[in-house]
T-cell receptor
Framework: AQKITQTQPGMFVQEKEAVTLDCTYD???????LFWYKQPSSGEMIFLIY??????QNATEGRYSLNFQKARKSANLVISASQLGDSAMYFCAMREGSTLGRLYFGRGTQLTVWP | DTGVSQDPRHKITKRGQNVTFRCDPISEHNRLYWYRQTLGQGPEFLTY????????KSRLLSDRFSAERPKGSFSTLEIQRTEQGDSAMYLC????????????FGSGTQLSVL
C-alpha cells in the first residue's frame, strides 16, 4: 500500500486566490511526522511545513497552512494568496516514528498559478 | 550561507561505466541522506548516515550501489556498471536530529545512462 497518496496530478489557481493540495497517508505507527516540500523547475526540494502526529494545532508557516485531519489520515496543504512564484511541484511526505531517517514521498501535484 | 552542495549537476555516461557523485552537507548537520527521483515520481529513499555510520539502506540500493561518508562530513555515492534504469536525479539531503527535523536538499545530480 502507498504510504502517501496525492490524487491531484495538476492544479490551477489564479493569482491571489487560495488553493488546497490534497494528501492522504497510511501508517499504523502512532508517532509520525508529515511534511510538505516544494520543487521548482530548478530541481531543489524546499521545505515548506511540518506537522507532528501529536500536535494539537494545525501547523502554519506564513502563507502555508496544513489542514491536519488525523481520523481521516489527511494532511492537506493550503496556500493562501497564491503568487506566480508558487508554480512548482509540491510533494507530501511522511516520516514514521520507527524509521529514523526515511521520508516517504507522494507522487506530487504540479501547481500552476496564472495571472 | 552554504546549503547542501552536490557535484556534478549533470552526468552522462555509457552503460557499464562507473560513476561517483559527491554531496557536501550543511556543515553542522550530522545526518545525511541520499534519495533517487525518476520522472513523474516523488523522491525514493536510498540510504542514510548519522555521522560516518550508515544506519539504513533501502532495498533499492543494489550491490552495484555504494555510499560512504568517511569522516562524517561529505558523502559519495558510487554506481558501478551503470544500467539505463539508473537514469534519475540523485538527491542528497542533510539534517540535524530532532522532532520534526527538516531535510535540507541539494539541487541534485541528474544522471543519464546511454
Amino acid at each position: 500500500a502507498q504510504k502517501i497518496t496525492q490524487t491531484q496530478p495538476g492544479m490551477f489557481v489564479q493569482e491571489k486566490e487560495a488553493v488546497t493540495l490534497d494528501c492522504t497517508y497510511d501508517t499504523s505507527d502512532p508517532s509520525y511526522g508529515l511534511f510538505w516540500y516544494k520543487q521548482p523547475s530548478s530541481g531543489e526540494m524546499i521545505f515548506l511545513i511540518y506537522q507532528g502526529s501529536y500536535d494539537q494545532q494545525n501547523a502554519t508557516e506564513g502563507r502555508y497552512s496544513l489542514n491536519f485531519q488525523k481520523a481521516r489520515k489527511s494532511a492537506n496543504l493550503v496556500i493562501s494568496a497564491s503568487q506566480l512564484g508558487d508554480s512548482a511541484m509540491y510533494f507530501c511526505a511522511m516520516r514514521e516514528g520507527s524509521t529514523l531517517g526515511r521520508l516517504y514521498f507522494g507522487r506530487g501535484t504540479q501547481l500552476t498559478v496564472w495571472p | 550561507d552554504t546549503g547542501v552542495s552536490q557535484d556534478p549537476r549533470h552526468k552522462i555516461t555509457k552503460r557499464g561505466q562507473n560513476v561517483t557523485f559527491r554531496c557536501d552537507p550543511i556543515s553542522e548537520h550530522n545526518r545525511l541522506y541520499w534519495y533517487r527521483q525518476t520522472l513523474g515520481q516523488g523522491p525514493e529513499f536510498l540510504t542514510y548516515f548519522q555521522n560516518e555510520a550508515q544506519l539504513e539502506k533501502s532495498r533499492l540500493l543494489s550491490d552495484r550501489f555504494s555510499a560512504e561518508r568517511p569522516k562524517g562530513s561529505f558523502s559519495t555515492l558510487e554506481i558501478q556498471r551503470t544500467e539505463q534504469g539508473d537514469s534519475a536525479m540523485y538527491l542528497c539531503a542533510s539534517s540535524l536530529p530532532g522532532t520534526g527535523e527538516k531535510l535540507f536538499f541539494g539541487s541534485g545530480t541528474q544522471l543519464s545512462v546511454l
